[in-house]
C-alpha cells in the first residue's frame, strides 16, 4: 500500500542507558540512522540529565529532543521534581505525559490533565499516551480510552488541542516479548474509534490535526503491518529506540514501505 506521510518515531528511553557516555554513543549511532532516512522524523527522549547534552549533538531538524515526564509545578520545594520550563530550556521540544509506566506510579487523570497543561504553557508538544490494561469482550475497554482522553484535555483550548499528540499504548503489549503485541487491522479499529471520539469531543478540523501514535513492542518486524494497516502518524519505541541496530533496521522497513 502507497503510504506517503512522514512518520514520527518517539523513542522512549526509559531509565536506560546507565551513563552518559553510553548515552552519547547511542544518540550518535541513532543520528547516522535518521541523517540516512530523511523521510521520518525521530525524537529521542532520554532520562533527564541527558536531555542537554544530546540536545547540544542533536543539530539536525529530523532528529529532536523529548522528556519523559515533566512537573505539574512551576517551581519551588518541590524536591526532586522538574518543571516544563527546565525541560524547555535543556532543549527538549515535546514531552511524553501519562505514560502507563508513570499511571501505574500514581499519576492519576486529574494529574496528566495537569502535566498537559504544563507542557502547552511552557511550549513543548505533549504525547499523551492512553491505552487500556487489559481488553474485556464487552468492549468496556473502549470507555477507558474514552475517559483517558476526555479528561487529559479537559480544559485545553481549541487552538492548544492541535500541538497534541495522542500515542495509543495499550498497556498489554508494551514490554511484549514476541514482538507481536497487536496487528495492523486492530490498531485500525482503535485508530479509527480515537479519531471518531476526537471528532466528536472537537469537530472535524481539530480532530484532523491532531497525530496518533502507536506504541507497544513495535519493531522492525512488525512496523510495516502496523503502517500497512495501521492507519497511524507514526510511533512510540521503547526498547528499539536504545538498541541502534534493530533501530536502523525500523528505520529501513519504514523507509522501505514509504518507496512501494
Ligand atoms: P516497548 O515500550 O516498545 O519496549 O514495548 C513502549 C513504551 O513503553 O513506550
Redesign the pocket.
Known sequence: MKNKKRILIVG?W?MNPNTLISAKEIFSSIKKIVLKNKKTDVVICPPFTFINSLFNSSKTAALTIGAQDLSVYDSGARTGEVSGMMIKSSGAEMVIVG???KRAAGDTDEIVNKKIQQALKNNLVPIL?IGESIRDDHGEYLAVIKSQIKNALAGVSKKSLTQIIIAY?PVW????TNFSAITGHELHQMYLFIKKYLKELYGDSISSLIKILY????SPDNVSDLINFGEVNGF?????SYDPSSFKDLLTNISDIKKK
Open positions: 522512549n526509559k505514560h502507563s509506566e499516551c499504548e503489549a508494551i514490554g511484549n506504541g507497544g513492542s513495535v512510540l519505541v521503547g526498547r528499539v
